[in-house]
């Protein structure tokens, strides 16, 4: 486990469980930005497996069946990444089955759908749950904070297709849901770190295309849009402008 120096039990509680665990403070220190993507990053510099599986730590209904099932198909050769698929409910409290991911639907899936359709098929592209082979991880630039995730599927996908990216159903997936103040940081972070990735791949002034899809857990859908500029009234028009209007006062 790598720790972002977190002041909770979490580092306690993976080392009493048998886990390695290794601050990032001490992996390559010249490169601290903090956050996320600094921590999967650095976990790559950890890790001696040929194999690397990330899930998030705030998840609540952790089952160590995910990791087997997140390998799986990687060592059959299926895929070359798989991504964790679920339901996400909006906070136990609220009693909503669904509604959680809402920074996925709102930010990261429109540009998705428009600068890299070739992932726009993965129910949850930004999920903390991922495996693959850590040799191909290896040749990844990284995204530091909340960009991490989009970064890495949206370049692995540029590198070795997007077919080679897999969903693996983990069913449901409870975990804290953020304030929409939070959320706001979040997606701003994400935003950021589309901009740098199509700037990077000299994207930056391509026209996004029109088809929307979504993938639900009821079922995908498949939406067109036909987003046109028209000119200004001005410019067609024949007719004389009108004398603007004026107001007297009294």
């Not at 994207?203 to 500029?229: C, I, K, W, Y």
């Amino acid at each position: 486990m790598v720790g972002c120096g977190s002041e909770d039990a979490t580092s306690e509680r993976a080392r009493a469980a048998g886990a390695t665990v290794v601050q990032t403070g001490a992996l390559e220190p010249a490169m601290s930005f903090g956050g996320k993507g600094e921590a999967l990053w650095k976990s790559l510099t950890a890790t001696r497996s040929t194999t690397a599986v990330w899930v998030d730590s705030d998840v609540t209904n952790f089952e160590a069946d995910w990791v087997v099932e997140l390998v799986r198909p990687l060592l059959v050769g299926k895929a070359l990444m798989t991504k964790g698929s679920y339901r996400r409910p909006l906070g136990t409290d609220l009693g909503q089955e669904s509604g959680g991911g809402r920074v996925t639907e709102l930010l990261a899936r429109p540009p998705i759908n428009a600068f890299w359709p070739e992932i726009s098929h993965l129910r949850q592209p930004l999920a903390g749950e991922c495996a693959s082979f850590t040799s191909l991880l290896r040749t990844l630039p990284f995204l530091t904070g909340y960009a991490v995730e989009l970064g890495v599927v949206a370049t692995f996908a540029q590198r070795f297709g997007g077919d080679s990216i897999h969903d693996v159903d983990l069913g449901v997936r409870r975990h804290r849901n953020r304030s929409l103040v939070g959320l706001g940081r979040m997606s701003f972070e994400i935003l950021r770190g589309a901009t740098m990735l199509l700037a990077q791949e000299g994207r930056g002034d391509l026209l996004p295309g029109n088809t929307f899809l979504q993938p639900l857990a009821e079922g995908s859908s498949t939406h067109h849009v036909d987003v046109r500029m028209l000119p200004s009234i001005n410019s067609i028009s024949t007719e004389p402008e009108e004398e603007p209007l004026t107001t007297v006062g009294g």
